[in-house]
């Protein structure tokens, strides 16, 4: 049930740019919005991955538990819904060629790109034959050093849409995006410095 939810997310993803993009057209300002929607909906499935483990090591409960099992899923499922930002990205690409569409900020550039080409590695090395072939050192690595560069991404992406995108939202409709970010952040230094291997954990050796 649980795992069937969380897959629901990428059809769910899919509809929603395909209704943007029916309502407004495939042009610039419909695909912008589109590219809008499928990252907050793959907004979800990301910060709950983020905190699953890190949350059940500090407080663990039938959420945290159920978050820890769908893990995996959850991750997958961000990678997916991910994958249709990018054929946005491809289309709108595509829609002001040959210049670069003025959409597309230093951010998405720079540290977006190669955020893609992690969470899409992430995707690839969730299969459990892939992951049974690699050093755990380097999935590890992989799967640590991509979460935190999304999350930093997801800052900076959203940070940077008030104010400077068009048409504009109000700063109140991304707080609640930014606030989760850091509180997630918070859980995950809350977890390394208290929880079960922590710095200050109370368990004795
Ligand atoms: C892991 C990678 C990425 C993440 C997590 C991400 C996340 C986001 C977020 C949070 C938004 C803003 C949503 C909003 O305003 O509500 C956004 C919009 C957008 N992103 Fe990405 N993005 C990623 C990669 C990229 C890349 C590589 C590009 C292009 C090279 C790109 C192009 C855009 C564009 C054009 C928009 C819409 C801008 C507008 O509001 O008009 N993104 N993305």
Redesign the pocket.
């Known amino acids: 049930m649980g795992k069937n939810l969380v897959r629901a997310l990428v059809p769910v993803t899919f509809m929603v740019a395909t209704w943007i993009l029916w309502e407004l057209g495939g042009g610039e300002v419909g695909t ?1 919005e589109a ?2 929607g499928t ?2 909906i ?2 979800l499935p990301f910060i709950l991955a983020f905190v699953a483990r890190p949350l059940d090591d500090l407080r663990s409960s039938a959420f945290s538990r159920w978050l820890v099992a769908n893990r995996k899923t959850l991750g997958v499922s961000f990678g997916l819904s ?1 994958s249709i ?1 990018l054929w946005l ?1 491809l289309w ?1 690409f595509y829609l002001s060629a040959p210049s670069v ?1 003025d ?2 900020t230093l951010t ?2 720079s540290i ?2 190669p ?2 080409a992690f ?1 899409f590695a992430m995707v690839f090395t969730s299969m459990n034959r892939v992951r049974a072939s690699m050093s755990a050192v380097l999935w590890k690595r992989i799967h640590t050093f991509g979460q935190y560069l ?1 999350w930093f ?2 800052v900076g ?2 940070t940077e ?1 008030f104010g400077h ?2 048409p504009p ?1 109000s700063a109140l409709e ?1 707080t609640p995006f930014i606030g989760a970010l850091f509180i997630a952040m918070g859980i995950r230094l809350g977890a390394g410095l208290f929880g079960p291997n922590g710095r200050f954990s109370q368990k004795t050796a």
Do not use: E, N, T, W
Request: proline fraction near 3%; glycine fraction near 6%.
């Open positions: 912008r590219l809008r990252a907050r793959a907004f991910l930002h990205i709108l569409p959409a597309v998405d550039l977006g790109a955020g893609l969470v999304v991404i997801f992406c959203l849409s995108k068009s939202y991304y």
